[in-house]
């Protein structure tokens, strides 16, 4: 997904899509779209085609990922600082912002709540702590030439294990087959240390920060999701005062995919409910 413009945030060139471009809208309402990890823009297609009649839809590679530059080394505060800076050069009002992030793009969203000011956020198969798993570890410890065409490359392993990992029983071939298309180059081409970046907020633990989020907060899971499982969203749904759950049948982790036009009317919904 070829779109948007480069811009320059704390020393690195971020690929953003703002649709303020081709779009005149009446309203300051924004929304900002921050993928998981190792996600891109185009993970939000769907929402990005639907959302943008209504209001500015900002949605961005985040460092390391899609067209943006893939430093060696990351940390959590590198992509926090980097939403600042979006919502800086992009002169995005904080009191008219929604944030949306998916897994990773969940912490990010979740942690920059917790300290700045916002209108609403959304959180899709977040993570309220962080555990390593198995092939974590492989790709920590082990070198690329052992598990890079192994486990990055389509191949019988990842398609049997992705369909497992990443979606629901219940979620059609075709709609797996299109997540396949829309990212095995993207996959198969990422330098092997970005798979890596994970050991540098492996300790991540939500407790003592989202209780701070103040902002209205709408949580979405997928009932089958084996990543970031419900209880996780269960946990944020305690620590973040005013929040609200929805699990979702029939779904797996990329959501965005099995269920685009639930999610969409979710959160569509609630950004008119705080807007009335």
């Known amino acids: 997904m070829s779109i948007g413009e480069y811009i320059e945030v704390n020393e690195i060139n971020i690929h953003i899509y703002d649709s303020e471009a081709e779009e005149k809208y009446g309203g300051k309402t924004t929304i900002i779209f921050l993928h998981g990890s190792p996600g891109q823009i185009s993970n939000w297609k769907h929402q990005i085609k639907y959302f943008k ?117 219940k979620t059609s071939e075709e709609i797996y087959q299109e997540f396949l298309r829309d990212n095995k180059d993207y996959i198969e081409g990422l330098p092997p240390h970005v798979f890596r970046y994970s050991k540098f907020y492996k300790d991540y633990d939500a407790s003592n920060t989202v209780v701070n989020i103040k902002a209205p907060t709408l949580i979405i899971v997928g009932r089958d999701d084996k990543v970031t499982p419900p209880e996780h969203s269960k946990t944020l749904k305690k620590l973040i005062p005013e929040s609200r759950l929805e699990i979702i049948d029939d779904a797996g982790h990329l959501i965005l995919y099995e269920k685009p036009d639930k999610i969409n009317k979710l959160i569509h919904e609630f950004i008119e409910k705080q807007s009335t």
Request: no cysteine; hydrophobic share 35%.
């Open 53 to 169: 009649k209504y209001y500015r839809t900002v949605a961005y590679d985040q460092r390391g990922y899609g067209q943006s530059d893939k430093p060696l080394r990351v940390t959590l505060e590198d992509y926090i600082n980097d939403l600042k800076a979006v919502i800086d050069v992009k002169s995005i009002d904080p009191d008219h912002l929604y944030l949306v992030g998916h897994s990773f793009g969940g912490i990010v969203a979740q942690e920059y709540a917790s300290k700045n000011r916002l209108k609403g956020l959304v959180l899709i198969g977040s993570l309220s702590k962080f555990t390593p798993d198995y092939i974590d570890k492989i790709v920590w410890r082990l070198p690329p030439i052992i598990w890079r065409k192994l486990l990055y490359t389509e191949n019988f392993l990842t398609r049997r294990l992705y369909r497992k990992i990443f979606f629901s029983e």
